[in-house]
């Protein structure tokens, strides 16, 4: 088993930025990618970025060019930031963390970000 605890998030304005981070316990040697997703209200959970053991990123086209992502396996952490923030990134962000080898895919409690116009 995994376990994933989110920080940051909470109320940024228009045109700011912000930084997530989540740190993975438990299991930690059985995981390949991490990564952010999110779900806006009454909208379907959707990928924001995530980066596998590799280094390979896999980014929504919504924040290409206004965001990094980035991994630290030794501490199995994974940080993003999204720089000129739209209230259309206004959402629930959720810490994801996959092992190709189970199958098994770990969700982390989320952490809502509300960008205000």
């Known amino acids: 088993q995994v376990q994933l605890v989110e920080s940051g998030g909470g109320l940024v304005q228009a045109g700011g930025s912000l930084r997530l981070s989540c740190e993975a316990s438990?299991?930690?040697?059985?995981?390949?990618?991490m990564g952010w997703y999110r779900q806006a209200p009454g909208k379907q959970r959707e990928l924001v970025a995530t980066?596998?053991?590799?280094?390979?990123?896999n980014v929504a086209q919504s924040i290409k060019g206004r965001n990094s992502i980035s991994r630290d396996n030794a501490k199995t952490t994974v940080d993003l930031q999204v720089h000129n923030l739209k209230p259309e990134d206004t959402a629930v962000y959720y810490c994801n963390a996959v092992d190709w080898t189970s199958g098994m895919n770990y969700w982390g409690k989320g952490t809502l970000v509300t960008v205000s116009s």
């Open positions: 980066i596998d053991s590799g280094g390979k990123l």
């Open positions: 438990g299991s930690i040697f059985s995981i390949n990618v």
